[in-house]
Nanobody, 119 residues
Framework: QVSLLESGGGLVRPGGSLTLSCTASGFTFSRVWMFWVRQAPGKGLEWLSSIDSSGSVTHYAASLKGRLTISRDNAKNLVHLTLNSPKVEDTAVYYC????????????WGQGTQVTVSQ
């Protein structure tokens, strides 16, 4: 079955860095764009970052630019998101999303991983 599974979330103290991972299965990972999206409590979905199928093209949300790094390992069907200097406002559920050619509205979403930034 087509699926994405995020990991790496949890309770995080401000500062330092946090790396989230997402493993994909059920489709040709090397053919799809990958995205990270988050939803903070009481807020809507917020796009964070994207990476093309080869990993050569990346994009980041302007509000977090400089604190985010997205990467992928196509040999292992993995995509990562590193957040530097996490802040309380970064508390959210983080999702990875896959979208491939011809998928149309059928993008694949993971179940999400909770990141809580707190003292």
């Amino acid at each position: 079955q087509v699926s994405l599974l995020e990991s790496g979330g949890g309770l995080v103290r401000p500062g330092g860095s946090l790396t989230l991972s997402c493993t994909a299965s059920g489709f040709t990972f090397s053919r799809v764009w990958m995205f990270w999206v988050r939803q903070a409590p009481g807020k809507g979905l917020e796009w964070l970052s994207s990476i093309d199928s080869s990993g050569s093209v990346t994009h980041y949300a302007a509000s977090l630019k400089g604190r985010l790094t997205i990467s992928r390992d196509n040999a292992k069907n993995l995509v990562h998101l590193t957040l530097n200097s996490p802040k309380v406002e970064d508390t959210a559920v983080y999702y990875c999303v896959a979208d491939g050619p011809g998928w149309g509205a059928y993008a694949v979403w993971g179940q999400g991983t909770q990141v809580t930034v707190s003292q």
